[in-house]
């Protein structure tokens, strides 16, 4: 279990390396953000995967983190010992508040209500008219850190975001197996067994909902800093919506299955969209086949052909 | 004589226009099995319901270890001591059978807001999860999937986790539910054996079970409790034959 997701980050490792024949900033521009979505990713896996707790709002979480970022670059504030925890507060008190309504529904009343969270993040984004409204917001300078610059320096950057992804990762690894997890994840089987077993579910669900959302935030510092630009674009529906589709993509509750579906999702948007304009055209139904055919995504995939080829190539039974 | 564990002052709910629960005033003393029998939509269930706290009632009281617990919720009963199996299985079914055991533990010792350390590999946890499943005689299967488990086995499961949780009083909603004949003999052998250490309240169809195992039995009928006695005293109460156990016992 623990040899696929080394392979994936030692795979992110060694890009840059590989990137150095080729045309290294489109590359390292391409994967950094792809490890930056995984991380929020991770957070909604956390979520969906292992609460059945479908959150439609999850852009806010980035939208809130990026945001933060820029409008204290914008007053002379650049230094990522105060941006970051700001942007990781911003977004867990926004994850915290909502949660404390949304997680009084469930099932489709859930989704619904994560989205029109979302959707009033994205409109008060819209109307900050002294940080840009419609038109978003560039950061003329991007973070420091002790005063000095390492996002700055791409390659430097880009390894600050793969430790941050290793990070979260295990972070979420040990969340799901930990006491807490357990009840979690008791939850989703069972929510009424768990009321009787002594278990005030709402509260773990509330927290897992504001550790979430703190993923995202800290997802949001790192795309400002990665863009130079913060718009309402971060926290339309269909970013959250995409979201949901890298992580049931990749296959859900699985925690790495979060990072391949962002990894597959991005880099077959990037090779359709070099095809043809409508490469949606392409990508959609291509989508539609993965969820139809294979149940648990990517991963799933993955494990049933390898159970076909061990059946294959299995000894004859004598 | 102790406080009674259990009282049930006035309690009454409807369903619409349908009384369920009517003027129902009723004990569970310290120690004792106490078997509650009716017919079908007699309003057992829901009368469980209402101790244990999924259900509302309309008016009356239910007062635990002589506290008032009306207004509390489920998990706060249950944080009291109040532990109940369901008619219809209730488990995890994602859960290895011992998982399902560790979490009632895990409910009574220590703190579940605990993010680092791989809860399966506690021993704290597990030591008595294996110890209430030795109980009930799944030793065998502590790591099979609770979801894969036979019907048998998932209702001596739902009384392993319900005794994990040490409860102060164990409310039983016809564990012998569409048991087998074997399976129903060996949950006997399991209750009897569990008889004495905990107060239990037993909700059951199985007569041949409640007559061996109770130490008082109260009837309800429509809502309402017909009588309250000893097994004896129940069997010759010509109103109980009646209205109830006329069709089943010769």
Redesign the interface.
């Given at each position: 279990m623990t040899r696929l997701p080394t392979a994936i980050f030692l795979g992110f490792a060694l890009l840059p390396a590989a990137a150095a024949f080729g045309t290294e900033t489109y590359l390292l521009d391409l994967f950094m953000r792809v490890m930056i979505f995984s991380i929020a990713a991770l957070g909604l896996d956390l979520l969906v995967g292992y609460g059945a707790l479908v959150s439609f709002g999850h852009a806010a979480f980035i939208g809130i983190g990026a945001y933060a970022v820029a409008i204290l670059a914008s007053h002379g504030i650049n230094e990522a010992l105060i941006s970051l925890p700001v942007a990781l507060i911003a977004a867990t008190a926004f994850a915290y508040l909502t949660g404390t309504i949304c997680l009084r529904t469930r099932g489709v009343y859930f989704i619904m209500i994560t989205l029109a969270f979302g959707q009033m993040a994205f409109f008060l984004a819209s109307s900050l008219a002294p940080y840009g409204g419609d038109d978003g917001l560039t950061m003329h300078a991007r973070s420091t850190l002790f005063g000095l610059s390492p996002f700055k320096n791409e390659r430097l950057f880009y390894y600050i975001v793969l430790a941050c992804l290793i990070g979260c990762y295990c972070l979420c690894r040990?969340?799901v197996?930990?006491?807490?997890?357990?009840?979690f994840?008791?939850a989703r089987?069972?929510a009424?067994?768990?009321?009787?077993?002594?278990?005030?579910?709402y509260r773990?669900q509330l927290?897992a909902y504001a550790i979430s959302g703190a993923l995202g935030g800290l997802a949001g510092f790192l795309l400002a800093n990665a863009t130079d630009f913060v718009s309402p674009a971060y926290m339309s529906w269909q970013r959250s919506g995409e979201l949901i589709i890298m992580i049931i993509l990749g296959g859900l509750g699985t925690l790495h299955g979060a990072i391949i579906g962002t990894l597959a999702y991005s880099l077959l948007g990037e090779y359709l969209s070099g095809l043809t304009e409508n490469w949606k055209m392409i990508f959609g139904p291509l989508l539609v086949l993965v969820v139809l055919l294979a149940r648990g995504g990517l991963l799933g995939l993955a494990g049933q052909v390898a159970a076909w080829w061990r059946k294959q190539h299995a000894e004859p039974q004598p | 004589m102790t406080a009674p564990v259990l009282q049930l002052e006035g309690l009454n709910k409807n369903f619409g226009g349908l009384a369920v629960t009517r003027n129902v005033n009723f004990e569970v003393a310290a120690g004792e099995l106490h078997a509650v029998i009716g017919p079908n939509g007699a309003g057992k269930t829901t009368l469980i319901n209402q101790i244990s706290g999924l259900v509302a009632p309309d008016s009356g009281r239910v007062l635990f270890a002589s506290r008032d617990v009306t207004a509390l919720s489920v998990p706060e009963r249950a944080a009291l001591g109040l532990a109940r199996s369901f008619q219809i299985t209730s488990i995890l079914p994602g859960f290895s059978a011992i998982e399902n055991v560790a979490l009632a533990v895990q409910a009574r010792i220590g703190t579940s807001f605990r993010f680092f350390g791989c809860a399966a590999a506690e021993s704290a946890l597990n030591a008595p999860a294996l110890a209430a499943l030795d109980e009930v005689g799944l030793t065998k299967r502590a790591d099979a999937l609770a979801g894969h488990l036979s019907h048998g086995e998932k209702r001596a499961l739902e009384l392993a986790i319900a005794l994990a949780m040490q409860p102060k009083l164990l409310l039983l909603d016809e564990p012998m539910a569409g048991a087998g004949r074997d399976e129903s003999r060996r949950l006997i052998a399991v209750l009897s054996r569990l008889k004495g250490r905990f107060p239990i309240l037993l909700v059951e169809h199985d007569m041949t079970a409640v007559f061996a195992l109770a130490d008082r039995i109260s009837v309800l009928l429509y809502g309402q409790i017909l009588t309250s006695g000893t097994p004896d005293a129940v069997r010759a109460d010509p109103q109980v034959v009646a209205a109830y156990l006329g069709e089943e016992m010769e």
């Open positions: 040990s969340l197996v930990s006491r807490f997890g357990r009840v994840r008791g089987e069972n009424t067994r768990m009321a009787t077993l002594g278990f005030d579910i773990y927290a | -």
